[in-house]
């Protein structure tokens, strides 16, 4: 027999199975440019993060406070320094003494110019030509070869302290190869030692008889420099040998004695105390550190790619919103990365309080809804503690300042309303940091500057929202509370041309809000949108006023004109208002309205006496240029648009004739797969229903008619409408 907790293991192991085959990974498929956008943002955080852990290791390897406080070298240690773990470091000293002997047995590099030889040989050619003696020409160019091929060096001005001192290196370049030659430095013949090496060689090799009395200095003129000190060579070698010089590392054991109490401190010591100071306050030096905050990094990102798709959120945001949400996530790790550095230290203050997290939290109330906002009120902070920059007090104090912000702004409205917000969450910030000052039994004289700047946050948050929203607002082109109670205005310009202009669709257009307006409060959907976009639905109908019915008086213009091109006429309002909308800068939702009231829908009326007219007829030609609607708002609109177009055609409306004649022009929309990409379902489109009978009810109910007398007194006949159209497509 099942036990109660059996039962509830099993409902839940249900409920979570059916979840898993609900999920649909196309759900959270980002796109190419928020996709782009998300790694950019994730490579920025990372860069982010390792330089703040750099600039961390930096100063506190600056700091060794206790080393540098406690020991000094020459005092007598007045305790014992054991060390708690192994470690090794460099031997920085050891390690330049060591790179400096292996410098100074760089041999410095020579060029030898074959040029220059070749050169002494032809001068020499000329001087000794006839009718100079053959024998006296062989001679002199056989002692200036022997010279030149044991090079002459270019020493003057060359320092070559620095380098070897026995040996050099004389590079020969032979075509697409070099020639490497390691030489004595003793025997390197320079300008001042030509004469020398000139005799020598006559020594060696004397003059014939006849020439017996020849002058040396006859050859040493001709004698020139034939190899030059090479210093980029020069300064290849000693790179590539200071590549080869391993570091000297050092290593401390564990329980090691670095320092003895009662001893003289040396230097050496010195270094291993500020070693052992740097790497006992230095974990994050550990490259598995780095390692694990990049990975922390991205599973912080998946989160956020997992919440922002509609299995978490219940509806797809767009790509500009997508973008948003990648680059708030970013700033608020940079950002707290950045008031983690300036923070004062050991103030005992959480670093979040110097840090407007109910801003970046504000943001996407506004633009994506507060779901979104009280989400991301939770996985900032995270992030900005796997990146190290929140320590458990910060980490509470922005989760509750967060929280705070995506709940205090859930009624606004109007855009003093941010600073009314931003007072609330002052409010509580002063309530957390009094929470946290008293958990850690902290110093009562941090109080007062700790409240102040948490009530300081919040209102300043507040503050740079106002300063904040309307570029992001119009960088975004996004329908946010506030814009869309702007534009409900009924004074605006545009709609009050369109009051002056055609009245009949201003009267329409105000009839169609307060129906979709009472329709998606009902159903849950964002009511606001529905009413601006019922208002500007029809804009492009002050081209031509006079074709729509309810702008016509005692003339139909349609009589006049076939019914192909009236169809014309009528669909051509679509287009112009989503042309005047865009001209407009309205919000892309309240275009999509106005693309979308009516759909891919025929023009029934015209289409049927076209075909009386013409007998064959191409649909198309009669078929609005829209798509259905996409979005619950555009659906119940479209509902309302065609609802209160047809209702007029009703003699003596009642409730109950209402809601049969509304019943049935929804099932035509649904009929005509006009619906299927709205998600509404049937319950919304039964609550739909009720709301529209409802408003219409109240209305049509207020207004009384009174008989009128006919002839011989008689009421006059009631009048039947022109023509009753069954989706009431005529009304455009």
């Known amino acids: 027999m099942k036990t109660t907790a059996d039962s509830a293991f099993e409902r839940l192991k249900q409920f979570l199975l059916t979840k898993l085959l609900r999920w649909k990974p196309e759900s959270l498929r980002l796109g190419r440019v928020p996709a782009i956008v998300c790694l950019a943002s994730f490579v920025a955080s990372v860069l982010v993060t390792v330089t703040f852990i750099n600039l961390e290791a930096e100063n506190l390897e600056a700091d060794g406070r206790w080393v540098r406080d406690d020991f000094e070298v020459g005092m007598v240690a007045d305790r014992d320094v054991i060390a708690e773990y192994r470690f090794s470091f460099v031997d920085e000293d050891a390690t330049r003494i060591i790179m ?68 050099a290196e004389l590079l020969t370049m032979l075509g ?71 570091p000297v590392t050092r290593t401390i054991d564990q329980g090691q004695r670095i320092v003895r109490q009662g001893f003289v401190i040396t230097g050496e010591q010195m270094r ?40 978490v959120m219940g509806r797809e945001f767009p790509p500009g919103q997508k973008c948003l949400l990648f680059v708030l996530v970013f700033l608020y790790l940079a950002g707290a990365g950045l008031t983690a550095g300036l923070a004062p230290p050991d103030g005992g203050f959480p670093v979040s309080l110097f840090f407007p997290t109910a ?49 205090v702004f859930r009624n606004a409205e109007k855009r003093m309303d941010l600073i009314k917000a931003g007072m609330k969450i002052a409010g509580v910030n002063f309530l957390a940091v009094t929470v946290i000052l008293l958990t850690l039994s902290a110093d009562p004289a941090t109080y007062p500057p700790m409240m102040f700047w948490a009530l300081l946050n919040g209102v300043v948050s507040g503050m740079l929202m106002l300063g904040v929203l309307p570029p992001l607002e119009h960088f975004l082109n996004a329908a946010t509370t506030f814009r869309l109670i702007e534009l409900s205005d009924l004074n605006a310009p545009v709609l009050r041309k369109l009051f002056t202009t055609a009245p009949g669709t201003y009267s329409h257009s105000v009839m169609v809000a307060t129906l979709a307006e009472q329709a998606c409060q009902d159903i849950g959907a964002n009511a606001l949108l529905a009413r601006v976009g019922a208002y500007y639905h029809d804009i492009g109908k002050m081209e031509n006023p006079g074709y729509f019915v309810e702008n016509q008086t005692d003339h139909n213009r349609h009589d006049d004109i076939a019914p192909r091109l009236s169809a014309t006429v009528i669909r051509s309002h679509l287009k112009i208002g989503v042309e005047k909308s865009r001209q407009l800068g309205l919000p892309g939702e309240v275009v999509d309205i106005v693309a979308e009231h009516h759909g891919n829908s025929l023009i029934m009326w015209f289409y049927k006496k076209a075909e009386e007219q013409e007998g064959q007829v191409d649909s198309e030609d009669f078929t609005y240029p829209g798509t259905p609607p996409r979005s619950k708002e555009a659906a119940v609109v479209m509902l309302a648009d065609v609802t209160e177009a047809a209702i007029r055609t009703l003699v003596k409306p009642t409730a109950a004739k209402m809601e049969k004649f509304i019943q049935q022009l929804i099932d035509a929309k649904v009929e005509h797969g006009q619906l299927a990409r709205s998600e509404l379902s049937f319950r919304d489109l039964e609550i739909i229903k009720n709301a529209f009978v409802k408003v219409l009810a109240g209305y049509y109910h207020s207004r009384i008619e009174y008989p009128k007398a006919g002839a011989g007194g008689q009421p006059a006949p009631e009048p039947k409408p022109e023509r009753a159209p069954e989706t009431g497509e005529a009304a455009g």
Request: no cysteine; hydrophobic share 50%; net charge negative.
């Open 100 to 167: 400096e002997l292996e410098r100074s047995l760089v041999p410095a590099v020579f060029l030898y110019d074959p040029s220059a030889t070749r050169g002494v040989l032809e001068s020499w050619e000329e001087f000794a030509a006839a009718p100079a003696p053959e024998a006296f020409r062989d001679y002199g160019r056989e002692i200036l070869g022997a010279v030149m091929a044991g090079r002459v060096f270019a020493l003057d001005g060359v320092d070559l302290g620095s380098y070897h001192p026995d040996f």
């Open 176 to 246: 697409d190869r070099t020639e490497r030659e390691r030489i004595s430095r003793y025997g390197m013949v320079s300008a001042g030692r030509v004469e020398y090496v000139v005799a020598r060689a006559m020594d060696t090799l004397p003059p014939p008889p006849e020439f017996a009395d020849m002058d040396p200095q006859i050859l040493v003129s001709f004698v020139r420099e034939n190899a030059f000190f090479f210093p980029d060579g020069t300064q290849r070698r000693v790179a590539e040998t200071m590549e080869r010089v391993q």
């Open 272 to 311: 291993d105390l500020h070693a052992y100071a740097l790497y006992a306050a230095l974990p994050v030096q550990a490259p598995r550190n780095h390692v694990g905050k990049i990975l922390l990094l991205g599973l912080l990102y998946l989160l956020v790619v997992l919440l922002q798709g509609r299995p």
């Open 359 to 407: 801003l970046l939290v504000m943001i996407p109330a506004v633009f994506m809804g507060h779901l979104a906002a009280f989400v991301l009120a939770l996985v900032f902070p995270l992030g900005a503690v796997a990146a190290g920059f929140f320590d458990v007090p910060s980490y509470v104090f922005a989760v509750v300042s967060g929280v705070a912000a995506a709940v």
